[in-house]
């Protein structure tokens, strides 16, 4: 395991005990949003506006992070591997917003499927939306190892 791949390991472990929700994780501390974003060298105060983050996974390692800033439409990723074939977004190095929604879209059946209603009344959904998809399914596809791992912060104030 390598120096990245270890940090990862001590980050996820710390935040096990900030979160638990049903289709994802929820940080609550800042101090411990801001120590799993590291790799993104932002401010705390920036960092407070981004509110979600997606991790692109294969298997058990993590290929892609993805920082969503969902009210003010912002992105930003940090790429673990230098193959465009190991990168969320490819040969794109710094995806805009309309990326982002077309790569969550990507994750998820097409909005023509055959009956498509049926099968967002089985992820308890009433419309099509990318990221309510995404959530309920881990945006895996048949056979394909690669999946996202949601984590929102919702930062608790006292």
């Not at 912002?74 to 490819?90: E, Q, S």
């Not at 790569?103 to 009433?126: G, K, S, V, Y």
Request: charged fraction near 35%.
């Amino acid at each position: 395991m390598n120096k990245l791949e270890t940090k990862i390991d001590n980050t996820l472990a710390l935040i096990k005990n900030d979160f638990d929700d049903e289709e994802g994780m929820v940080v609550r501390s800042l101090p411990c949003w801001k120590q799993m974003n590291s790799v993104f060298n932002l401010s705390e105060d920036e960092l407070k506006l981004y509110n979600l983050r997606i991790d692109y996974m294969l298997d058990d390692k993590v290929l892609t992070s993805i920082l969503a800033d969902m009210k003010r439409e912002r992105v930003l990723t940090y790429d673990y591997f230098d193959n465009p074939m190991k990168r969320a977004f490819g040969v794109i190095k710094k995806p805009n917003w309309e990326d982002f929604m077309f790569f969550l879209e990507d994750r998820c059946m097409p909005r023509t499927r055959d009956r498509l209603r049926e099968i967002l009344r089985d992820l308890h959904l009433d419309f099509y939306d990318p990221l309510l998809i995404v959530r309920k399914t881990s945006g895996r596809m048949a056979e394909d190892r690669r999946y996202l791992q949601i984590t929102d912060f919702e930062p608790e104030y006292d």
